[in-house]
């Protein structure tokens, strides 16, 4: 199975602040990847997927990047109601669908 | 505006099957853009797909699951459902069905599934004598 690790494990940050959560395939997988926001107690939320694209109504402060084996989400101008945990997802071709272990991003 | 609704026992014996059901409403179950999956979160393992079905095709399992899950589709009811058997205290999740994008490639002349774009609420289910 292709492997994904997210760094940071925790982010602190403030209102207002920039951010950026990384995560790495342990092979190539083109730019087949997707990141979410979960908030607690709810399900995941997809915001971006193809790397970069990002999924209607999800606010443009919200950016990724990235392709073979290494990604970024940012967000800009960071909102209250983004103070979450965020994963990223690999969907490669002929490979079991994997998460990374998350990045909670938690008031400074 | 799409829903999907887990439900089913929240409680399961040690060796015996799990059980559950997505109810979708505000989308139809057999449509031709999608596939419908069951994913797995529990604190030691994170997120884990179990398994995806196109409502008139062959499933996709996790091969972490591959002996013990079947998942099934009724379009008449517009659910999706999952088995898992023989379950241990490590089955001990949150599951969620979702909704997965794909699309034709017609230079593959395949139908690769992509990323999840909707997911139900999820349900607890807890395995313990």
């Known amino acids: 199975d292709i492997q994904m690790t997210q760094s940071p494990p925790t982010l602190s940050a403030s209102v207002g602040d920039r951010v950026t959560i990384t995560c790495r395939a342990s092979q190539s997988i083109n730019d087949w990847l997707a990141w979410y926001q979960q908030r607690p107690g709810k399900a995941p939320k997809l915001l971006i997927y193809?790397?970069?694209r990002l999924e209607g109504g999800v606010p443009s402060r919200f950016s990724g990047s990235g392709s073979g084996t290494e990604f970024t989400l940012t967000i800009n101008s960071l909102q209250p109601d983004d103070f979450a945990t965020y994963y990223c997802?690999?969907?490669?071709?002929?490979?079991?669908?994997?998460f990374g272990q998350g990045t909670k991003l938690d008031v400074k | 505006q799409l829903h999907l609704q887990e439900s089913g026992p929240r409680l399961v014996k040690p060796s015996e099957t799990l059980s559950l059901t997505c109810t979708v409403s505000g989308g139809s179950i057999s449509s031709s853009n999608y596939y419908w999956a069951w994913i797995r979160q529990s604190p030691g393992k994170g997120l884990e797909w179990i398994g995806s079905?196109?409502?008139?095709?062959?499933?996709y399992h996790n091969p972490s699951f591959e002996s013990r899950v079947s998942i099934s589709i009724d379009t008449s009811k517009n659910q999706l459902s999952l088995k898992l058997t023989s379950v241990t205290a490590a089955d001990t999740a949150m599951y969620y069905c979702?909704?997965?994008?794909?699309?034709?490639?017609?230079?593959?002349?395949?139908?690769?599934?992509?990323?999840?774009?909707?997911w139900g609420q999820g349900t607890l289910v807890t395995v313990s004598s």
């Open positions: 193809q790397a970069s």
């Open positions: 997802q690999q969907y490669n071709r002929n490979s079991p669908f994997t």
């Open positions: 979702a909704r997965q994008y794909t699309h034709y490639e017609s230079w593959s002349d395949q139908w690769p599934l992509y990323y999840f774009d909707y």
């Open positions: 079905l196109f409502y008139s095709g062959s499933p």
